[in-house]
């Protein structure tokens, strides 16, 4: 990681995550951090052009995390970025040019219908064209047990769990690592030694028992109106408050999140994993497109 920043040119907004190297990361990371600095500052950018602004810049930190990157690092690297951004006045020619591109190439990225953010198993897929559908994902990671993301049911927007069994459960509960009770990622397999869990041999780092939040869902749907979510007509899928996916989008891309369904006798009948990779950032992406007075409509 270096720990310089110089002069800065903005030639993208988005970030494709798939082939970028570390430098590229690097580069990318530093370039929207120092615009989102500019802009806390200066007012640079709509709200629509910060999101877009912040889906890249997430994307570019869940790759350098996912190559090794250390936490710390990143703080520093964003420490000097934060530096830098103080020596610029906002009428500098460099902070103008930077508002110029930024706008300009925003221009480019909201025509974007759709893009993919990758984790290390998992993916998360972002639909813009999905936002116009009656019911559909607008964003999904598809695991084969379970479907999770944001929904759209006639309008609303909310954090949605599917599972993909015929199993009529009673309740679905995100389990999320508790950030205030544990600041560190958790891994039992200490470092790769000992299996993930049975359910997901794949998921390294999980919610400790010692430190986790639980968060419930506020509704159960069934019948024809999730077809298009689940692709059974004998489905179901859960909704959650917008603390969901404020939690979810909030934690570290390396980790996962366990979703827990309860028979109808409240016992526990099934656990799934799902990664946290760029939800984060695929969140961005869509509020890019949103009109500024509908920025809170996708939670």
Known sequence: MRYWISAVILTALALTPAGHTQSQAETTFAERTLAISLHTRCDLFSDVEKAALEAARLQARGVLLRNGTSVRDLQRFTGDIGARADTLACSDP???????RVSDAFAAYRLIPDMSFPADTFAWEADRTALLAETDWVIVQDTEDVRVGIAGIAGEFLFTIAPMDATRYSAAILVLRDTERERDIYDPTADGLFDGPSEAPWARWTPPEYAHRTIWAQARITGDVIEPLT???SGIAFRYSDAAAIA???LDPRETARIDFLDESGELAASHYIE???FGAALSFLQAVLP??????IN
């Open 94 to 100: 460099q902070t103008l040019d930077i508002q110029t």
């Open 248 to 250: 979810l989008s909030q």
């Open 231 to 233: 692709g059974v007509l």
């Open 276 to 278: 946290v990779g760029d």
């Open 292 to 297: 500024e007075d509908q920025q809170r409509t």
